[in-house]
């Protein structure tokens, strides 16, 4: 069936692609420095490989909603650039891999004439929106969230507030009190409430999972859906201007709204508020209308097979939507890795079966959407025809994983090979717990969590234990995650470590002492805490002997050679060698920038772009004298210490009252902090030309998101 493409694609998109291009060429010439090129094609979602060569391409798809014609075009484009798998991910996200770089701009191209974007995939952004999956067919939510992410997702795309912060930012909504969306580990969640007929939202801030998960607190308990974008808007001026740059481990916004490692909750929110003063668009309302599709007839030309797997897969993967006669069919997609035969398969299927529409969910699963109850039985036996038809989704036997070791340059163990063997465990060791949806596994090849170990019932991250000398691939126990019955967020516990051959044994233990123990019917968690930390690492110590290692102890799973640590570097710390003159040419470039947004008559974004100058100007100084600079409050104050107050600068009443302005820009009051800038501008390059013919050029070697 001939695709829904477009004639032409968005000039926003054709410019960004037509940029991308010209620095790739400039790259490869040699002209432009190698972390710098890797800070710009990180925000156009093409990420480096375990595998030199080569590039993961990370496509943005908000809140997981693809339509079949986007999911067929993906499919043709991965055996046009490369190996014919589509990686589904637990940000609702496809990647494709092992792309060629200089093949990236011809991928963008083609994905913008079905209306995706690679804009802001990865890098220091706001990364892509999770929705919880039932979104807009839940029978228990207050209402459909999906256009408030949609109108979300579209306001910060290319925002200038959000393109260069310390790092990145993640969203999701709920589609009711359940948080399936997992609000709690986001650094901002949204659960939608009704009041008094009014819609809106409780907020959550702060999450976050990685090497030290920390679960969100309550900002409001309901904050009206109109004031959904200043708040986030207002939120991510706070997070670029206060946020750590320098050391990444501490730049996420769980650590600044901490109080001991931060400035708090309380003093987030507090600034927050002051900064909505400052924005041009104090209410922003959105179109409230749920989406629409069109409703399919039944399928209904195959009677019902009275087999058990039938049966089971009705029980497992089919959820009734509160449009009546409808359902959602969830497919298990292991590992997350789809083929592009049937990927284009089930485009096919659910536009003849349903309506054209599917969600990626964030345990790399796919929902086929608006599906009649009367179709069932045929849509099961197509599903079949292509192996997809495996009940026990969203279950034990569903577990999520990284990609870990296959492509990923921080995989320290191979995460996809054990989740295959623990499947194959669970599905022929333990088949009642096939159909249990309430504990699920999740598997990291590190500890940075993009499998969600750290929300996992049961959960394991890569790493390694040395032993005579040799080093043992091995994997961290942690139990205790995800969602309890009232909807309550809890982060795991790290139980104890393993050599990574033993730990099908591990969940053979924990999985016959949970069936003894079933008998009072109790949901895993309960479990978990009634029997508590100390009694698990007892259960699974012997496993932890390394006098009984066996040779194949030293061989991860799927694997044939001796264990060896190969960690590399992640890409979101990228350290570069730079110098001040090239960083007054940055602030520069935000002038520019500036003048063509307010040919454009865009204020807001012709505002943040002169702000920016100002304090990449004043972090140019400020580094040229050896004065550090990581936040960018710190880079404000510190140009008055070292050279307003010093008489160097003249800043009436001060650079801070000059820089961070307290009012909402109009056209004037744009210009003149335009002219403002300018000027300043001017000033440091004669500042620095004088310098510079004192002392010379002077070298910077640090992080390039550094402020």
């Known amino acids: 069936m001939k695709q829904e493409t477009k004639t032409s694609i968005d000039p926003n998109a054709a410019r960004d692609i037509t940029e991308l291009r010209e620095r790739i060429t400039e790259f490869k010439k040699g002209t432009i420095p190698e972390e710098r090129f890797k800070a710009f094609r990180l925000t156009r979602g093409v990420y480096g490989q375990r595998q030199p060569g080569v590039q993961m391409f990370r496509i943005k798809i908000p809140g997981g909603g693809i339509t079949s014609a986007q999911l067929e075009r993906i499919a043709d484009l991965s055996d046009s650039y490369t190996n ?45 929106i999770t929705v919880s999956a039932l979104a807009g067919v839940d029978p228990d939510e207050p209402f459909d969230v999906t256009p408030y992410a949609l109108s979300t997702f579209r306001y910060f795309l290319r925002n200038p507030v959000c393109q260069e912060m310390g790092r990145k930012i993640k969203i999701a909504f709920s589609s009711g009190n359940k948080d399936t969306a997992l609000t709690f580990l986001h650094d901002f ?60 481990f501490k730049a996420r916004l769980k650590f600044l709204t901490d109080e001991k490692r931060g400035i708090g909750l309380e003093k987030f929110l507090q600034l927050v508020e002051e900064e909505c003063n400052a924005l041009k668009n104090k209410r922003v309302e959105i179109e409230a209308e749920e989406l629409t599709f069109s409703r399919p007839d039944p399928v209904d030309h195959i009677e019902a097979p009275e087999t058990e797997e039938y049966k089971l897969w009705l029980r497992t993967n089919v959820v009734p939507q509160k449009q009546e006669g409808l359902n959602v069919v969830k497919l298990q997609i292991p590992l997350g890795d789809l083929s592009s035969d049937n990927a284009r398969a089930v485009a096919n299927l659910v536009r003849v079966f349903g309506s054209s529409q599917m969600r990626i969910t964030i345990g790399q699963g796919l929902y086929l959407l608006h599906i009649p109850t009367g179709s069932l039985p045929a849509l099961y036996a197509e599903l079949d025809k292509l192996n997809l038809a495996k009940y026990g989704a969203e279950t034990l036997a569903d577990i999520t994983a990284c990609p870990g070791t296959d492509t990923c340059n921080l995989g320290v163990t191979n995460s996809t090979a054990i989740s295959n063997v623990l499947e194959d465990v669970i599905r022929k060791e333990y088949r009642d717990f096939v159909t249990e949806h309430d504990i699920h596994i999740k598997i990291s090849g590190c500890m940075n969590s993009c499998g969600q170990h750290m929300i996992a019932n049961i959960g394991f991250h890569g790493s390694s234990i040395k032993h005579d000398n040799k080093v043992v691939p091995a994997l961290q126990v942690v139990i205790g995650g995800g969602i309890a019955a009232d909807g309550e967020g809890l982060i795991a516990d790290k139980i104890i470590k393993l050599p990574t051959k033993r730990i099908p044994d591990a969940i053979r233990l924990i999985l016959d002492d949970y069936a003894a123990y079933e008998a009072e019917e109790e949901y895993f968690n309960r479990y978990y805490q009634h029997k508590g930390k100390r009694y698990f690492y007892d259960l699974l110590k012997s496993l932890a002997n390394l006098e009984t290692l066996e040779p194949d102890d030293y061989i991860d799973w799927g694997e044939e050679l001796t264990f060896t640590p190969e960690i590399g570097v992640g890409e ?7 110098v001040v003159g090239t960083i007054i040419q940055d602030a520069r470039d935000k002038v520019t920038a500036a003048h063509g ?55 009436h009443p001060s650079f801070q009252e000059v820089v961070l302005q307290k009012e909402a820009y109009n056209e004037k009051r744009t210009h003149t902090y335009l002219k403002n800038a300018e000027l300043f501008l001017e000033d440091v390059i004669r500042y620095r030309q004088n310098q510079t013919e004192q002392h010379g050029e002077k070298e910077v070697i640090g992080n390039y998101y550094k402020a």
């Open 572 to 578: 979101c710390a990228g350290v570069m060698y730079d």
């Open 597 to 651: 947004s307010l040919s454009e008559n865009r204020l807001a974004d012709a505002t943040y772009h002169v702000y920016s100058a100002f304090v990449i100007g004043a972090k140019a100084l400020l580094l040229s004298i050896d004065v550090h600079c990581n936040t960018h409050i710190g880079i404000i104050q510190d140009f008055d210490k070292h050279f307003v107050e010093t008489g160097l600068f003249n800043f």
């Open 84 to 128: 014919g798998n589509l990686h589904l991910t637990t940000r609702q996200d496809i990647q494709l891999h092992y792309i060629h770089l200089e093949d990236t701009p011809d991928l963008w191209h083609q994905l913008e004439e079905v209306d995706i974007t690679t804009k802001e995939a990865c890098g220091n952004t706001v990364r892509n």
């Open 189 to 248: 969640g949204f659960i939608p409430k009704l009041r008094d007929g009014v819609r809106g939202f409780e907020v959550f801030v702060g999450g976050g999972l990685g090497a030290q998960a920390i679960p969100a607190r309550k900002a409001f308990d309901f904050l009206e859906t109109n004031q959904l974008i200043p708040f986030l808007e207002a939120a991510l001026r706070v997070f670029d201007r206060y946020g750590e740059r320098e050391k990444r």
